[in-house]
């Protein structure tokens, strides 16, 4: 792993993304637990807010540009916002069906699934030492999800909202892998790719939203006394602002970084995560549950190790975050003194990106 003198300046975005996913994760919970009947529009007015955003953002801010809308690229993101929509239901329909500490161990297989489809994707095997860190991972999910006599019934989580946890982490990995192959239709801008995907995204999730009377079931709520409305208004501007702030911080970690170090930046969380939910929201805190959060964060950890130690450094070039991966104009390009050079170790390290 090497890095330059301007190296705070990715490790601000690595830490702000983190930050916003944890205002996303307990903000989400507490709008879900507050009308669980409502996970899909809840999400679309996240995505339709995250839009409105951009918008507003880029009148204002030149390099924030809004892409020309064609069908031909259309299609070509098509698989991208597919993975990103079902990824993001999956993940609400896990969130809402199991407590807030308990969400980072439902989806604890993020890290070996991501090294699975990079090895599919790059078809290479990946060394020995990342299959162990992948298994340690595996091995603090199983650990995790566990049956426990000492969770109460009625707060353990049910098979199909672990099957909703895994679904999420194979899709999150599908997302990363995709990320990268998708710039390049956007002119390798990660502004309009998340815009294209938020779009895309509210277009796929709207008919559901209809064919799941969600919107029905809205009305029915706002007549009902016993619903609080303003968790669910105020929880869903708080979460779009967040969500147009974490798509960009999220795109930008992703692209500077490997994939999988976007992962792990994810996991570094853990632990606030898992204090926050005990805190906020009483849940309960077994010794599989820690002993799985630790066991997790352990594989993470050496996985990390593992792929700084096997990492070369390339020689040394001053990108842009928004023109990184234009490697024709990189020649032509001497004015980059300013800038960040980040090079971390994944398993895409064979592939032009």
Known sequence: MYFDANTPKVAA???????????????????????????LLFLLLQLLIA??????TAKFIKRVEIPKLELETAKKLTPVVLVNIIGLIFNTLCLR???ASFFQIARGLVLPLTVIVFSAHTRTVPSVRV????GTVAIGFLLGVAPSTTVPAHVAPSALSLFY??????????????IKSSLPYCDNSTIQLAYWTNLGSAIFLFPFVLLYREISTLEDLIHDSNWDGQVFLWGSIVTGIFGFL????????????????????????SVIQTLLGVWLFKDIMTVNRAASILVIMIGTIYYTWVKSSEATPPPRKDVDLEIVGNRKHEEDSGDGDDEVT??????????KV
């Open 131 to 134: 299959g162990i860190a992948a």
């Open 97 to 99: 069906d199991v407590e």
């Open 165 to 178: 946890g895994v679904l999420s982490s194979l899709f999150i990995a599908f997302h990363a892998v995709l």
């Open 13 to 39: 975005v690595v830490g702000f993304y983190m930050s916003a996913a944890l205002v996303m994760v307990f903000v989400n919970k507490a709008v879900l637990n507050s009308s669980p009947d409502l996970p």
């Open 51 to 56: 839009l409105l955003l951009l918008h507003v």
């Open 342 to 351: 980040v090079v971390f170790g994944g398993p895409e390290d064979d592939e």
């Open 246 to 269: 974490l798509c960009i911080a999220g795109l930008l970690s992703i692209k500077v970084t490997s994939p999988i170090t976007h992962m792990f930046s994810s996991a570094l969380r």
